[in-house]
C-alpha cells in the first residue's frame, strides 16, 4: 500500500558466491554415510 503512495525506486543487489558451495556439506554426508557403513559392516 505504501509503494503505490509513494514509490521508491531501489536497485537490488543479489548477492553470489563466486564458486559452488553445496559441495561441501554434499561432501561431508557422504563420508559420514560411507563411514556409517563401514562401521556396521566391520562390526558384524
Not at 3 to 10: A, L
Not at 17 to 28: C, E, M, S, V
Request: net charge negative; charged share 20%; proline share 7%.
Amino acid at each position: 500500500m505504501i509503494d503505490v503512495i509513494e514509490p521508491v525506486e531501489i536497485e537490488k543487489e543479489v548477492f553470489r558466491p563466486r564458486q559452488a558451495l553445496y559441495i561441501w556439506p554434499l561432501g561431508f554426508a557422504v563420508l559420514a554415510i560411507g563411514s556409517w557403513f563401514l562401521i556396521l559392516i566391520y562390526r558384524n
